[in-house]
């Protein structure tokens, strides 16, 4: 834990390096020299110190509880600046600024001096904390990613701490030492007033800016001009010490990530299901204490899940072959996103696959914090007495399991005999692009910066894009968990793989409608993916697409989807 929150400090210092606070740098330099000495600075620094921790581990719980805009935060954020640069410009408008800040002081902080310079400073970080977004490198993202599904613990926390302390030293020392070097510049004194102006305006035009998006596209430009630092400042986030730390920070066993050589690597009481909404395929209430005496394969899993679909066919031929032998496959499903609670989604899901052994709907995620399991797919073998014997995590190693399955059916007293099924791997073996989600709570692919604020809604299409990551242009509504297409809707993925999946739902679209490209030709027969039809793809249902096919030819490729209508949800990129 040491070493990650010494990471995690490094990475906020190498922050001040990356083209993504840049843009915030000037409002920062001219907030700091409306004040004197150190006080505006620290303000400034504790504020977006405060703010930008407190929004990162929260505001999914805001949203969730509160049914809060996370827009209505930055919109406010974005007023405050404008009118502080107003007051810079406008003397007296900053005279009552001054007066109002230090009645509020004096309620609740005691006695506060009129010209203090440290509340103002503060409210300017406390705004900007809200409306900047950092480039996200594996520290970050794994914060975020907790904050989302509401694992913040005491080490998350920590972790967030270190991270921010990182980020304020350089940018107190930047604010404080910018506000030196103009105040004491011979000659410049004595215009300390239009100096202060000039600053003003620039406030004000960063606010504008960031209301338009427009600092979304200066980072994009800085980025594409000096490309290395981007991938400098978070490179050794990727480092084997800090993913490790990262794993463990997640819950996750380094142990547990792998296989022991042999069939079976775990021998601990099997949990009990708890918490299932629906039971689907059968007509009753399952519980494993009514399975003793059979060996049992917990699968948990999701629809649209392209590392579960190619694991399916495994997991069902196994249940259609051993099934009279004492075998049962117990599907525990636990939906990814929200749309995936439909019960309705899940039985089309069931009928689709050919699964005839029972699901439960794990729609509280009950069973699967039972489990404390963290992946799609994983299997969790057990044994006649009740014991998992055997756990595997993703795809792969089917061979193993279905041994393990033979041999914990003979010491139950069942005679197998039958060859192993032997059926085709399609793990990728090849390096492919990471699982991508287009939603800001888990988003951390998007080009430059890795992350996009909320409140953006229309966004500059990159055609430079960097290898696995992506970009939208047009109109776009961006919540925590899906990008929903506004007018003018495009996305473009610069991809290294063989198939390209996506997640996506009509929405309020009927039969909606995406042209699909690939390195700027539309589809064809020679790489257009099963869904996508003459080029096109019809989003019927709640589902996963499969857009691109090349054959066994991987490859890197641009992709770009232009959407036809309004309302269309899409989820996350899988690829195969």
């Given at each position: 834990m040491v070493l990650l929150l010494l990471f995690a400090l490094l990475s906020g210092l190498a922050t001040i390096l990356a083209p993504c606070i840049w843009p915030v740098l000037p409002i920062v330099l001219s907030s700091s020299v409306?004040?004197?000495?150190?006080?505006?600075?620290?303000?400034?620094?504790?504020?977006?110190?405060?703010?930008?921790?407190?929004?990162?581990?929260?505001?999914?719980?805001?949203?969730?509880?509160?049914?809060?805009?996370?827009?209505?935060?930055?919109?406010?954020?974005?007023?405050?600046?404008?009118?502080?640069?107003?007051?810079?410009?406008?003397?007296?408008?900053?005279?009552?600024?001054?007066?109002?800040?230090?009645r509020i002081g004096n309620v609740f902080g005691g006695k506060v001096k009129e010209?203090?310079?440290?509340?103002?400073?503060?409210?300017?970080?406390?705004?900007?904390?809200?409306?900047?977004?950092?480039?996200?490198?594996?520290?970050?993202?794994?914060?975020?990613?907790?904050?989302?599904?509401?694992?913040?613990?005491?080490?998350?926390?920590?972790?967030?701490i270190a991270y921010v302390v990182g980020v304020g030293i350089p940018l107190f020392i930047f604010?404080?030492?910018?506000?030196?070097?103009?105040?004491?510049?011979?000659?410049?004194?004595?215009?300390?007033?239009?100096v202060q102006q000039i600053f003003g305006v620039i406030m004000i035009l960063a606010a504008i800016a960031i209301y338009t998006n427009y600092d979304q596209t200066l980072q994009l430009q800085?980025?594409?001009?000096?490309?290395?630092?981007?991938?400098?400042?978070?490179?050794?986030?990727?480092?084997?010490?800090?993913?490790?730390?990262?794993?463990?920070?997640?819950?996750?066993?380094?142990?547990?990530?792998?296989?022991?050589?042999?069939?079976?690597?775990?021998?601990?009481?099997?949990?009990?299901?708890?918490?299932?909404?629906?039971?689907?395929n059968t007509d009753k209430t399952i519980s494993l204490k009514d399975l003793k005496g059979?060996?049992?394969?917990?699968?948990?899993?999701?629809?649209?899940c392209i590392n579960c679909i190619r694991t399916l066919p495994h997991v069902t031929t196994w249940y259609d072959k051993y099934k009279d032998q004492g075998f049962v496959v117990i599907g525990v499903h636990t939906p990814e996103f929200q749309f995936e609670h439909e019960t309705k989604n899940v039985e089309a899901a069931i009928k689709m696959y050919n699964i005839h052994y029972p699901v439960a709907q794990d729609n509280s995620y009950s069973t699967w914090n039972t489990y404390s399991n963290n992946y799609w797919p994983a299997e969790y073998l057990i044994d006649a007495e009740g014991r998992i014997r055997r756990t595997h995590f993703g795809e792969g190693e089917y061979d193993q399991t279905e041994m393990a399955i033979q041999e914990l059916l003979k010491e139950a007293g069942d005679k197998v005999r039958a060859p192993l099924t032997n059926m085709p791997d399609q793990t990728p073996i090849e390096a492919i692009s990471p699982e991508t989600y287009l939603g800001t709570a888990r988003m951390q692919y998007y080009f430059?910066?890795?992350?996009?604020?909320?409140?953006?809604?229309?966004?500059?299409?990159?055609?430079?894009l960097t290898p696995n990551s992506f970009s939208f242009g047009g109109e776009w509504n961006?919540?925590?968990?899906?990008?929903?297409?506004?007018?003018?809707?495009?996305?473009?993925?610069?991809?290294?793989?063989?198939?390209?999946?996506?997640?996506?739902?009509?929405?309020?679209?009927?039969?909606?409608?995406?042209?699909?490209?690939?390195?700027?030709?539309?589809?064809?027969?020679?790489?257009?993916g099963a869904d996508a039809t003459g080029g096109v793809i019809t989003i019927d249902g709640d589902r996963l697409y499969n857009l691109i096919d090349l054959h066994g030819a991987s490859g890197n490729h641009v992709l770009k989807l232009e959407f036809e209508n309004v309302g269309v949800e899409a989820f996350a990129f899988t690829f195969g």
């Open positions: 409306g004040g004197k000495g150190h006080k505006r600075p620290f303000g400034i620094t504790l504020g977006v110190m405060i703010s930008f921790a407190v929004f990162t581990l929260a505001v999914s719980t805001l949203v969730r509880v509160f049914h809060l805009d996370p827009n209505i935060l930055r919109i406010i954020a974005v007023v405050i600046i404008a009118f502080l640069g107003l007051s810079m410009v406008f003397p007296p408008l900053y005279a009552k600024f001054e007066v109002l800040v230090t010209g203090n310079d440290f509340l103002p400073g503060f409210i300017t970080g406390l705004s900007l904390g809200i409306v900047w977004s950092p480039c996200a490198g594996p520290i970050l993202a794994t914060i975020a990613t907790l904050a989302a599904m509401g694992k913040v613990n005491l080490d998350v926390v920590l972790v967030t604010a404080y030492g910018g506000q030196q070097i103009i105040t004491k510049l011979k000659g410049v004194s004595k215009y300390t007033g239009k800085l980025l594409n001009t000096f490309p290395a630092l981007g991938t400098a400042v978070n490179g050794f986030e990727n480092s084997a010490p800090v993913v490790t730390q990262l794993n463990i920070l997640k819950g996750e066993s380094p142990a547990a990530l792998q296989d022991t050589a042999g069939l079976f690597n775990t021998n601990v009481p099997a949990p009990e299901f708890t918490g299932i909404t629906n039971w689907l059979k060996v049992v394969l917990v699968d948990f899993w999701t629809y649209t430059p910066n890795g992350t996009v604020n909320n409140g953006n809604n229309i966004f500059t299409l990159s055609d430079s961006i919540s925590p968990e899906e990008a929903i297409t506004g007018k003018n809707a495009v996305l473009n993925y610069n991809f290294t793989a063989n198939k390209v999946y996506i997640v996506m739902r009509p929405g309020s679209a009927k039969a909606p409608k995406v042209k699909v490209f690939v390195d700027g030709k539309p589809v064809d027969i020679t790489n257009a």
